[in-house]
């Protein structure tokens, strides 16, 4: 090595062995070597009378500053587990009195302990965020040029799996518009068995929209009277007839240009009342009504069944009310004469029980008039309906159908032989089999078969619910839209800029969110008393974990 660098005999020193802590950050070593405070770490020595000492020290600390430090990780992935490894090795010679479950790394034991160490700055600020009662929602995209595709016109081919951005955000704009009539019922649940009853208000998240109808259903079956005299206060949960959803129309022009498209959405709630699942458990397949009518069964394989429960609701009439099926198709005909030469769409969405009152009204709707505009729908946890009959039915009509099921959620593996949709797909494609299942469609009492194309969701795949939830969660329907929310592909984790607020699902279904999330919201102050958030917050309603 050479250097051109003479020092007095006089100022030198002589320069120990460094510690094990010594670090350097300067790109020339020489450079850093000269920004030490010699004078404060070393010890002063006899002058040497020659510069080969000189020489050789230097040539030392040369080799020394040019090993190079491994890089740290980035801040926000570096675990404390690490740091307190450093620590202890560090500290080895003072730790030698310390006890032992001092000494002892219990994130190692606790895996829950170990998750919080691992909670990274960037994390929390996300966490932060999701924890705002502030909603966010991803960006709403010109849509006018492929809305049908949206629609579902080729059945959402392509868009699933990975998810499309606008696909999903239509779908949770969809699922809050259930969200609103289930708070539309809450708020209000009585219903006069004597009276007419009057518009209700409903506050639609989406202003774009306006509400043009509520809608009743109404039970075939009925409760002695004795039971409301012994639960006055509880009367609406044994009344027959109940306010079950709406119809809204968007009526901005500037959310019509966007979407290409003027929209009618149809949002049903799930159960809510006694006498809504007593209709539940009625669970044989009856023949629709009008199949006889329009010669439908002269095919063995084309007799459509639906549920009796569900089929009873749709069509029964109050006292003094109209059935839910005649007050839907009314009001679309008055809306589609009332827009005529526009471009018109009918967008069906429910959860639970308003899911399979969904597939009913598109049926009905398909049909009711020429020229009808193209029907879809978006369903949430939704229980199987009808037989192959009825699914066949329905493609006929070219209804649209897009389920959103949560391979957690019971709901959607009902009525009916607890039988893979898959493994009846195979069945089905064998011309021997099929003869076989088209008999046992017609004649089976619980022969039920699925409609439509699924998007498959999953609790496991959420960081923030535990892996084990209970039913509840999985059928909660703020559970299906934070799961949708999160869905990128059904290879790919919970995707990390979610942007849904967790304040009501932490309201809904705090006893399965991970602990870990549950003690973070404490620490960021997040009140969590669902009733007083009700009221507060248009986005916190009420969407019971009901079939």
């Known amino acids: 090595m050479q250097t051109g660098l003479t020092l007095p005999v006089q100022n030198m020193n002589f320069f120990p062995a460094p510690s094990s802590g010594f670090n350097c950050n300067g790109s020339s070593p020489l450079k850093a070597w000269s920004r030490i405070n010699v004078n404060a770490r070393c010890s002063t020595m006899k002058a040497v009378s020659t510069t080969k000492m000189t020489r050789k020290h230097l040539s ?178 044994t009344q027959r007839s109940s306010c079950v959803g709406y119809v809204a129309v968007c009526e901005d022009q500037r959310e019509i240009a966007r979407m290409g498209r003027r929209d009618i959405v149809i949002a049903l709630r799930g159960t809510s009342t006694c006498l809504e699942w007593a209709e539940n458990m009625r669970d044989l397949l009856v023949q629709m009504p009008d199949q006889e009518n329009k010669g439908e069964a002269k095919e063995v394989q084309s007799i459509s069944k639906v549920e009796c429960g569900f089929l009873s609701l749709f069509k029964t009439a109050g006292a003094q009310m109209p059935s839910l099926s005649e007050s839907v198709v009314s009001e679309i005909h008055r809306l589609v004469e009332m827009y005529k030469g526009e471009t018109l769409s009918i967008t069906v969405t429910g959860h639970s029980l308003g899911a399979a009152l969904a597939l009913l009204v598109a049926d009905e709707l398909s049909s009711s008039a020429p020229n009808m505009p193209p029907v879809a729908v978006f369903s949430f946890g939704g229980p ?59 004649n089976m009492p619980w022969a039920y078969s699925h409609v439509g194309t699924e998007l498959r969701v999953d609790t496991k795949m959420s960081p923030f619910l535990k892996p084990d939830a209970d039913v509840a969660c999985c059928h909660d329907l703020e559970a299906y839209l934070h799961l949708v929310d999160g869905f990128l592909a059904s290879n790919c984790p919970f995707r990390s800029n979610a942007k849904r607020s967790l304040v009501k699902l932490l309201d809904e279904q705090n006893s399965n969110v991970k602990k870990l999330y549950t003690n973070k919201a404490k620490a960021l102050t997040v009140k969590l008393n669902p009733q007083r958030e009700i009221l507060q917050l248009s986005s916190c309603l009420p969407s019971p974990s009901s079939y």
């Not at 539309?184 to 009853?197: K, L, R, V, W």
């Not at 774009?208 to 039970?219: I, Q």
Request: aromatic share 8%; hydrophobic share 35%.
């Open 60 to 237: 030392s600390l040369e080799k020394l500053l040019q090993k190079q430090s491994e890089p740290s990780p980035p801040e926000d992935v570096i675990k404390v587990e690490d740091v307190n490894m450093v620590t202890q090795k560090s500290t080895h010679g003072k730790n030698k009195g310390r006890g032992f479950l001092e000494n002892l790394n219990l994130s190692r034991v606790w895996p829950e302990s170990k998750a919080a160490e691992e909670v990274s700055p960037r994390h929390f600020v996300r966490l932060k965020r999701m924890l705002s009662k502030t909603g966010q929602y991803s960006p709403r995209n010109i849509l006018a040029s492929k809305w049908r595709e949206y629609h579902g016109c080729n059945d959402w081919s392509g868009l699933l799996d990975p998810l499309d951005e606008n696909l999903r955000r239509e779908m949770v704009r969809y699922g809050e518009f259930i969200q609103t009539a289930y708070h539309c019922f809450h708020s209000h649940p009585d219903t006069s068995a004597d009276h007419a009853p009057g518009d209700r208000h409903v506050a639609v998240p989406d202003r774009a929209y306006r509400v043009t109808k509520n809608l009743y259903a109404t039970s075939s079956v009925g409760l002695p009277k004795w039971v409301d005299n012994v639960a006055p206060d509880l009367g609406w949960m």
């Open 384 to 442: 199987r309906v009808g037989n192959k009959g009825f699914a066949n039915r329905l493609n006929k009509k070219n209804v649209k159908v897009l389920r959103i099921v949560n391979s957690q959620d019971v709901i959607t593996r009902v009525p009916g032989m607890f039988v893979s949709e898959e493994l009846d797909k195979k069945l089905r494609d064998s011309s021997v089999a099929a003869n076989v299942l088209n008999v046992l469609d017609n």
